[in-house]
Nanobody, 124 residues
Framework: QVQLVESGGGLVQAGDSLRLSCTAS????????MGWVRQAPGKEREFVAA?????????YYSDSVKGRFTISRDNAKNTVYLQMNSLKPEDTAVYYC????????????????WGQGTQVTVSS
């Protein structure tokens, strides 16, 4: 089992950048593919990005963030990051970190472990 804690959210202006972090407990972080999922008020969850188990491994991005967001991980620090650049008001949401054992998948339902979420608010 793994426990996840996100940090790094906040209030920024359109065009700004933020970096979210998600730190996992346990000694088997490298066994888990990681993902970021967001949910805006009144909207369905949106799977944003995923990364395979290895540092520098394969990644996936939704079309809405491709070219602006970068997911990365540091297995030595048990941490996955989401670098968010050129933020837009429509990026406003609670961002959740998620983990699944094995290869990454591109749907939120495929992930077994979740953090508590961190709020990102982008003002226009």
């Amino acid at each position: 089992q793994v426990q996840l804690v996100e940090s790094g959210g906040g209030l920024v202006q359109a065009g700004d950048s933020l970096r979210l972090s998600c730190t996992a407990s346990g000694r088997t972080f490298s066994s888990y593919a990681m993902g970021w999922v967001r949910q805006a008020p009144g909207k369905e969850r949106e799977f944003v990005a995923a990364i395979s188990r290895t540092t520098g491994g394969s990644t996936y991005y939704s079309d809405s963030v491709k070219g602006r967001f970068t997911i990365s991980r540091d297995n030595a620090k048990n941490t996955v990051y989401l670098q968010m650049n050129s933020l837009k008001p429509e990026d406003t949401a609670v961002y959740y970190c998620a983990a699944r054992a094995g290869p990454y998948r591109q749907t939120a339902e495929s992930y077994d472990y979740w953090g508590q979420g961190t709020q990102v608010t982008v003002s226009s």
